[in-house]
């Protein structure tokens, strides 16, 4: 069945660092786009944040983590990932993968993996 595995969340400064990690698993990595949500607190969904394209060679941005965030994948590994930079506490949430296309989404969500950006 699909699932998706994120990893790679903490505790983090202002202005710090981190990169997440995600582990897709039952279906065709490679035929659908990557996209990373986040849930931040007081939110009732998932605002997405960052999109790549199946081959890579494109992305998306919110405006939000423009500039800040970049996102990547490896598909020989069934994994994408999510290089968060010049954090703010803004940014601190639940942050999850998922796969599709520009109008769906799998409707499987992983555990996400928790960012708090705090001094």
């Known amino acids: 069945q699909v699932q998706f595995v994120e990893s790679g969340g903490g505790l983090v400064k202002p202005g710090g660092s981190l990169r997440l990690s995600c582990v897709a698993s039952?279906?065709?990595?490679?035929?659908?786009?990557l996209k990373w949500y986040r849930q931040t607190p007081g939110m009732k969904g998932r605002e997405l944040v960052a999109?790549?394209?199946?081959?890579?060679?494109?992305?998306n941005y919110a405006d939000s983590v423009q500039g800040r965030f970049i996102i990547s994948r490896v598909n020989g590994n069934n994994t994408g990932y999510l290089q968060i930079n010049r954090l703010k506490p803004e940014d601190t949430g639940v942050y999850y993968c998922?796969?599709?296309?520009?109008?769906?989404?799998?409707?499987?969500w992983g555990p996400g993996t928790r960012v708090t950006v705090s001094s």
């Open positions: 039952g279906f065709y990595f490679n035929n659908v786009d």
């Open positions: 998922n796969a599709g296309r520009q109008d769906w989404n799998f409707d499987v």
């Open positions: 999109t790549i394209t199946e081959t890579g060679d494109h992305t």
